[in-house]
């Protein structure tokens, strides 16, 4: 699904490569991007993409609930909802980018490095809430995470030939290039 995603976004990343082969950071193979060298220079992250990576992180798990059904998701998607989480938090309560939330920040200082980061380690640091901020944050945060998730889902639904293509070649040939994608 990620890939598939990564492949269709026209302002979200380039794939270098993808490997279904486990490797030592990954039980479930790694893949490879090529980062937009103008987005990277500048070190601002836009809304648009924002909003392509975690449509992209979402990608694992709802391919995995379109292919085998809710009991059948595994935890394979664990570490790309994590960081969507991280990513959706950061978008109502650092950057002001929920309408209902408003401009505010509710976090202390962070780097956008830190966000684009994948290490756990790297913590937010939250002001104070009172208990009525954190529910309304925690639903905004939860419908952009089910917004991302919806926009996966029809991506894959309408590129399904795609996708089942995407996964026959991985499983005959354990790896694919940018390249055979674009």
């Known amino acids: ?5 990564t492949a269709l976004i026209p302002c979200y990343e380039e794939v270098a490569r993808v490997s279904i082969v486990p490797s030592r950071t990954s039980d479930l193979g790694v893949g490879f991007t090529i980062p937009d060298e103008e987005r990277t220079q500048a070190g601002a992250v836009s809304r648009q993409y924002a909003e ?12 995995e609930l379109l292919i085998y059904g ?10 790309a909802m994590q960081t969507a989480t991280r990513l959706a938090s950061q978008m109502v309560m650092r950057w002001g980018w929920s309408p209902i939330v408003g ?27 009172t208990a009525e901020e954190s529910i309304i944050c925690a639903q905004e945060i939860d419908r952009i995470l089910r917004e991302a998730e919806e926009r996966a889902t029809a991506a894959i639904e309408g590129n399904r030939a795609a996708y089942d293509a995407l996964v026959q070649h991985l499983l005959d040939h354990e790896e694919v290039d940018g390249g055979t994608l674009y």
């Open 1 to 5: 699904g990620r890939l598939l995603l």
């Open 52 to 63: 392509a990576q975690l449509t992209v992180l979402m990608a694992g798990f709802a391919a």
């Open 70 to 79: 809710e009991n059948g998701v595994t935890t394979a998607s664990a570490n």
């Open 103 to 129: 401009p505010v920040s509710y976090m202390g200082s962070q780097t956008t490095e830190a966000y684009l980061s994948s290490d756990a380690s790297d913590e937010m640091e939250f002001l104070s809430l």
